[in-house]
């Protein structure tokens, strides 16, 4: 008697066989073309303006079926291009309406949406990829890894360096003990390239035609709408977005947490340019995290510099990029001078003559996006997935915000997800919704 096979238990197994190929030596994902068309993903995305549209164009090779976003005006191009494909302005009634057919979501909203969309789908059963920082809050990071272990589904953030060959390459050579031991990390950033520091516009605009501003502000307090927020700036406010740290640390911190295999900080300080707003972050600062030590790897200090550099010195004659890590060893220091910890120098230059960097050790990617899609049908889980990496670097993430907001050092209880004697930090570690929305 012939048995029938679920359309995402073929998905599963018919990408299964490369999963082994994957862990050792990499692999190649079949491009659209040579992709029978019940081997494709349906896939639905929440946020198609910006950052969404990029992440559209990424993963359009599979079956584009439900597009999402609450400003018709700035998904419009997007929108354009499958004429075909239903539209909606609240991805709750997308999933509620095509949740059958979706296999997976891309979720690229504003920070303060990202989990509550995010977790939604996942419990739905639907695989995830879901932009940096993961969330807006730090208990919703532990959220999204409990959420997706439970559900079983295949995770990716969006922190694109981390399917880079070089960052990969950099990483092995850390831990291959080239530097010796790592206890100083430094990692900074030229953002906020936004307005901080800076209060509440007064002024109450008509809403634009197109933008459905309370879904817009979703899980955020009510406020009026002022174009101060809405396209870009929002990443300054506190109640949308999570300042320079969100924008740009799981990115630039990716390098370093990953080689020297950080995981909770046990305590978190933060020396702020300006003095506190409670709108908007601080116009520069520096945040200080100290890490314990794992295993046979010492304790480590990692200081975050927003529009701030390391002392000249530590370049070691080199240029200081306007965003980058220095991971300082006992041997020598790995200099990154980009974003993405996609490329690197060892410094000093005449300590490495001739340098050839150690054996491959991890799998080399096809791609951000492709490596999540071989996960979703069955492959090896994507390396920036929500369950083994993801979620614990954004926790460390954000907590530089906690500290910037309550004006105290941080000493971090991980396991119990609160700041030891410090209760005023409990609000920044998990925030109140606005009625009508839970996760």
Known sequence: MSRRISRRRFLQTSAAAGAG????????????????????LNIAI????????????????????????????????????????PKYTDFRVMLDKQGKEID?????????????????????????????????????????????????????????????????????????????DVREVHVWTNRPIWPQNIN?????????????????LGTAPLRPY?????????????????????????HTMNLPYMALRLTAPTLVTAELATPL????????????????ARDKLPAVTLKWYERRRPEAKLFHGQKPSDSGCLIVGAKGTLYSPSDYGSDYRLLPMGNFPNFQPPAQTLPRSP???REWIAACKGGTPAMSNFVDYA????????????????????????????ATDLPAADQYIRREYRKGWSL
């Open 277 to 292: 707003n409670p709108e908007t972050g601080p116009e520069g600062c520096t945040v200080t995290y100290e890490f314990p």
């Open 391 to 418: 979620s614990q670097l954004t926790e460390t993430v954000l907590l530089g915000n906690v500290a910037m907001r309550v004006g105290k050092p941080v000493r971090w209880d991980a396991e119990n997800l609160r």
């Open 104 to 180: 997976a979501v891309v979720v690229s909203t504003p920070d303060h949406q990202h989990a509550i969309a995010s977790i939604t789908a996942m419990k739905m059963g639907k695989h995830c990829y879901t932009e940096k920082p993961l969330t807006h809050d730090v208990y919703e990071a532990r959220q999204m890894k409990i959420i997706a272990a439970k559900h079983k589904v295949a995770t990716q953030m969006g922190n694109q360096g981390t399917s880079s060959g070089g960052l990969r390459t950099g990483v092995e050579i850390i831990r291959a003990g080239v530097l010796g």
């Open 21 to 40: 190929v994957f862990v050792t030596q990499g692999f190649e994902l079949p491009s659209s073309a040579a992709q029978p068309a019940n081997n494709r």
């Open 367 to 369: 791609g951000h996006h």
């Open 46 to 85: 929440i946020g198609a303006g910006g950052q969404g549209g990029g992440n559209l164009g990424n993963v359009s090779g599979e079956n584009i079926v439900a597009l999402c976003d609450v400003d018709s005006r700035r998904a419009s191009a997007n929108f354009n291009k499958y004429p075909k494909v």
């Open 226 to 250: 002022n174009p101060a927020y809405v396209p870009f700036a929002w990443r300054g406010w506190w109640d949308f977005g999570t300042g320079a740290l969100g924008d740009m640390a799981c």
């Open 200 to 216: 509440r516009p007064k002024a109450t605009p008509d809403v634009p035609k197109g933008l459905e501003w309370d879904l817009w």
